[in-house]
T-cell receptor, first 111, second 115 residues
Framework: GIQVEQSPPDLILQEGANSTLRCNFS?????LQWFHQNPWGQLINLFY???GTKQNGRLSATTVATERYSLLYISSSQTTDSGVYFC?????????????FGRGTQLTVWP | DTEVTQTPKHLVMGMTNKKSLKCEQH?????MYWYKQKAKKPPELMFV???????INESVPSRFSPECPNSSLLNLHLHALQPEDSALYLC??????????????FGEGSRLTVL
């Protein structure tokens, strides 16, 4: 199956700082999503972004499909941004619905 | 608010019990999923239903039995579980049309403890 690598594995920031999270994948994809998992376990959709750039408030994401990576930008971070950020992809050759998750980036934002 | 609803949110069961996890969505999605997540690990796919038919079973032990009674509902029946099955069980749904999954939406999860 497709390999998904996220970096960095851990990130500690002061409130107000900016950060960039990276997701590399090993094959062409139909689907790429970024999720934030909050401390209660819920996976919250951030972006559905198989290609291109999207922005939502302080967050934005860019996927360069031809180079097989995606970036998630968090600006002016807040303590509520803490949690685990997952990148997940569905490769073009796979059976419908087989989404592969990276191991995540654990973000901690201190006040 | 999530549009995928899971019940119960917490479940404690013994190894001889039979219980069920339930998931409901009203977004008109035709693909529904069960994932299992252990602490500090990414979610792992268990089952996929597409148009109410089981399309993926990731070699899950038979003590987990999925059921999709209609396009809005997904159940996971649990029987004779082991303590190592304790985990967060996540349900998700997506459009699932035109040969592509589309965006997945997850429920809040059911946290299962097996004693």
């Amino acid at each position: 199956g497709i390999q998904v690598e996220q970096s960095p594995p851990d990130l500690i920031l002061q409130e107000g700082a900016n950060s960039t999270l990276r997701c590399n994948f090993s094959d062409s994809v139909n689907n790429l999503q970024w999720f934030h998992q909050n401390p209660w376990g819920q996976l919250i959709n951030l972006f559905y972004i198989p290609s291109g750039t999207k922005q939502n408030g302080r967050l934005s994401a860019t996927t360069v499909a031809t180079e097989r990576y995606s970036l998630l930008y968090i600006s002016s971070s807040q303590t509520t941004d803490s949690g685990v950020y997952f990148c997940a992809v569905e490769d073009r050759g796979s059976t419908l619905g087989r989404l592969y998750f990276g191991r995540g980036t654990q973000l901690t934002v201190w006040p | 608010d999530t549009e995928v609803t899971q019940t119960p949110k917490h479940l404690v069961m013994g190894m001889t019990n039979k219980k069920s996890l339930k998931c409901e969505q009203h977004m008109g999605h035709r693909a529904m999923y069960w994932y299992k997540q252990k602490a500090k690990k990414p979610p792992e796919l268990m089952f996929v239903y597409s148009y109410e038919k089981l399309s993926i079973n990731e070699s899950v032990p038979s003590r987990f039995s999925p059921e999709c009674p209609n396009s809005s509902l997904l159940n996971l029946h649990l029987h004779a579980l082991q303590p190592e099955d304790s985990a967060l069980y996540l349900c998700a749904s997506s459009r699932g049309t035109s040969g592509m999954s589309g965006e997945l939406f997850f429920g809040e999860g059911s946290r299962l403890t097996v004693l």
